[in-house]
């Protein structure tokens, strides 16, 4: 029996997503990205839904991350309309591709801050062992900090 390497088929989520997430980040609404891309309407509804896009939207003023991707969605578009008129040069795609390289970077910070706030927010709760004496005060406190770290998780 021969080995047959089977190529594992990409689908519009694997090709598109980030794409059109990106361009839903930067303030495209999904009529306007299915212009865009080879997407149905249909399809951007539902990882609209499922992947919280408008969540992330809310989130682009204050999250590197979630503006990082946003910033994308601009660039892609952008080089995408001088792409197709022809205008792109060697020396505009180097720097694109430099861009591209600094977003990503930025994207990936966003989740150092997330690590970096767990971290505060835990040390925080060991502080706050040490001062508050109510307990049923630092029962109410420990609660929120579990309320944000549960909301975290879910956001990952």
């Known amino acids: ?6 190529r ?7 090709l598109y997503g980030e794409d059109a997430q990106s361009l839903y980040l930067a303030g495209k609404d999904l009529a306007e990205i299915q212009q865009l891309l080879p997407v149905a309407l249909v399809t951007l509804k539902r ?3 499922e992947e919280r896009w408008e969540e992330k939207r809310r989130q682009v003023p204050v999250s590197p991350r979630w503006l990082g991707e946003a910033l994308k969605g601009v660039l892609r578009e952008k080089a995408g309309r001088l792409i197709v008129k022809g205008d792109l040069k060697t ?3 180097d720097e694109i591709t430099k861009l591209v390289t600094l ?11 997330r690590a970096a ?12 062992r040490g001062w ?9 406190i420990s609660y929120r900090v579990q309320e944000f770290f549960r909301q975290l998780e879910e956001e990952s």
Not at 1 to 6: D, E, L, P, R
Not at 117 to 128: K, N, P, T
């Open 1 to 6: 029996m021969t080995g047959i390497n089977k």
């Open 8 to 14: 594992s088929k990409q689908g519009k989520r694997d």
């Open 47 to 49: 990882w609209h839904q």
């Open 91 to 93: 020396q505009e795609l």
């Open 103 to 113: 977003l990503d970077r930025l994207c990936s910070q966003g989740w150092d801050m």
């Open 117 to 128: 706030a767990l971290e505060v927010m835990d040390r925080f709760i060991e502080f706050l």
């Open 132 to 140: 508050v004496k109510d307990q049923e005060e630092l029962k109410r």
